[in-house]
């Protein structure tokens, strides 16, 4: 079902990022040619109303976040990621919005419904977020590389390293986190 619905987007992004055009008899360059639509981090969320949601990222340049309302099958948000080819991981956190971890370190945040997306940057410099996870009362838990670094964020606290540096010395990658609400 999902899929279907890609498959137009896909080929709009096709189209848009064509290598080369024609003129006057000359070849001349005009941006990245698209190879694939490579989709990568998806979340689904229900709003308190009820309402379903799909989230993704199409990676690209700039990588794009997509939602679709399952409802209506409509897309409800298409918003470039700017800076951004893509984004291994996304969330919904507990209080209603999306964030996303993207292939370039930064963590972005999007309230449903807005066409907004907010940078919150980059957690200690590192170079790619691999995994986020949903806590409570809004925080999300996040896992990175180059470093292996696993981080808290929180909406008005900002960014907390749990581990006091890499989670596992030596180790560059911190990924497939899960929440323990307990601990």
């Given at each position: 079902m999902i899929?279907?619905?890609?498959?137009?987007?896909?080929?709009?992004f096709l189209?848009?990022?064509?290598?080369?055009a024609q003129e006057n008899g000359l070849v001349r360059k005009i941006g990245?040619?698209?190879?694939?639509?490579?989709?990568?981090?998806?979340?689904?969320m229900t709003t308190k109303g009820g309402r379903q949601y799909l989230y993704t990222v199409v990676r690209g340049r700039p990588a794009h976040l997509v939602g679709f309302d399952l409802e209506i099958n409509r897309t409800v948000a298409d918003l470039p990621i700017e800076g951004v080819d893509g984004?291994?991981?996304?969330?919904a956190s507990s209080d209603g919005f999306i964030y996303v971890g993207s292939a370039q370190g930064n963590?972005?945040?999007?309230?449903?419904?807005?066409?907004?997306l907010e940078n919150l940057g980059k957690f200690d410099g590192e170079k790619l977020i691999w995994d986020l996870v949903p806590g409570l009362n809004g925080e999300i838990y996040g896992g990175t590389w180059s470093a292996a670094k696993v981080f808290k964020?929180?909406?008005t606290e900002g960014f907390k390293d749990l581990a006091n540096g890499s989670a596992v010395p030596g180790q560059q990658y911190a990924q497939f986190l899960a929440f323990n609400p307990k601990t």
């Amino acid at each position: 079902m999902i899929s279907k619905k890609l498959l137009p987007l896909a080929f709009i992004f096709l189209i848009s990022y064509i290598l080369m055009a024609q003129e006057n008899g000359l070849v001349r360059k005009i941006g990245s040619q698209l190879h694939t639509a490579n989709v990568q981090g998806s979340t689904f969320m229900t709003t308190k109303g009820g309402r379903q949601y799909l989230y993704t990222v199409v990676r690209g340049r700039p990588a794009h976040l997509v939602g679709f309302d399952l409802e209506i099958n409509r897309t409800v948000a298409d918003l470039p990621i700017e800076g951004v080819d893509g984004a291994w991981t996304i969330t919904a956190s507990s209080d209603g919005f999306i964030y996303v971890g993207s292939a370039q370190g930064n963590l972005f945040k999007h309230q449903p419904g807005t066409n907004t997306l907010e940078n919150l940057g980059k957690f200690d410099g590192e170079k790619l977020i691999w995994d986020l996870v949903p806590g409570l009362n809004g925080e999300i838990y996040g896992g990175t590389w180059s470093a292996a670094k696993v981080f808290k964020y929180h909406p008005t606290e900002g960014f907390k390293d749990l581990a006091n540096g890499s989670a596992v010395p030596g180790q560059q990658y911190a990924q497939f986190l899960a929440f323990n609400p307990k601990t």
